[in-house]
């Protein structure tokens, strides 16, 4: 597997489910192997790139490429994402998005996931693989902390994974992505607890093994004919 976004939250536990199971999983972030989500091979399975920037992807997929080798590659997690904060941590609208802002979280948040699947077709075709694309219940309403440019992205990578299901279906590799709510992490935003009591059927905050749990389905043979779906993780939140 290749899991992009992997140091904490939902990418830590996904890294964690996946390794116990005897997986395999190559890491992606700008920042060296981060400490803070230890496993057994990780720094010797982490890949430092940084997904904002396309003039590194050719040499990302080149390196992911050569380490998978004849293996072929089983499942392509995009779990990165940013979504950039004002000084005192406000959302930002449009009117507070400049071009550079807007470059940057379309670039690691939806243009990274379709060059990614671009290069390692090849290698998810040899194995019939999975993507599994994280997107947010933000990319279908307007939300308090999110801001503008990162639910843009994240309805566009909604978009991209029915693209991607259609296209690449045809030779054997299923797409599909996972749209989290409320997740319980280390930055979760203040005023979350009154989403929860106003929002949430459920009343409570999703864990990050809850997400990581979904993702494991997605990449097993128990969802063999889920493909192009998009499955909402949040409590009702959506509802």
């Not at 045809?170 to 930055?187: D, H, K, L, Q, Y």
């Not at 009154?194 to 409570?204: K, N």
Request: aromatic share 6%; charged share 20%; with cysteine.
């Amino acid at each position: 597997m290749l899991l992009t976004g992997a140091s904490r939250g939902i990418g830590h536990a996904t890294v964690k489910l996946f390794h116990d199971d005897g997986w395999r999983v190559l890491t992606v972030s700008r920042n060296p192997f981060d400490d803070s989500c230890p496993w057994p091979g990780g720094n010797d399975n982490h890949v430092q790139a940084d997904l904002a920037d396309p003039e590194g992807y050719g040499k990302l997929i080149d390196e992911v490429t050569e380490r998978i080798g004849k293996q072929g590659l089983n499942a392509l997690v995009n779990n990165a994402g940013i979504s950039p904060k004002g000084p005192a941590c406000e959302r930002l609208g449009v009117l507070e998005s400049d071009y550079r802002t807007w470059n940057e979280v379309l670039n690691v948040n939806l243009v990274s996931t379709a060059m990614l699947a671009r290069g390692l077709a090849q290698p998810l075709r040899d194995t019939g693989g999975t993507i599994v694309n994280v997107t947010s219940i933000v990319g279908s309403r307007v939300h308090p902390f999110a801001g503008t440019a990162y639910a843009c992205s994240k309805a566009a990578l909604a978009a991209l994974t029915r693209e991607l299901a259609h296209e690449f279906g045809a030779f054997g590799v299923r797409v599909n992505a996972i749209a989290p709510g409320e997740i319980e992490t280390s930055i979760i935003s203040p005023g979350t607890e009154d989403i929860v009591e106003r929002q949430i059927p459920l009343g409570r905050l999703g864990n990050p093994m809850e997400i990581a749990r979904t993702i494991r389905f997605l990449c097993s043979s128990d969802s063999s004919y889920i493909n192009g779906a998009e499955i909402h993780i949040n409590g009702g939140q959506h509802v």
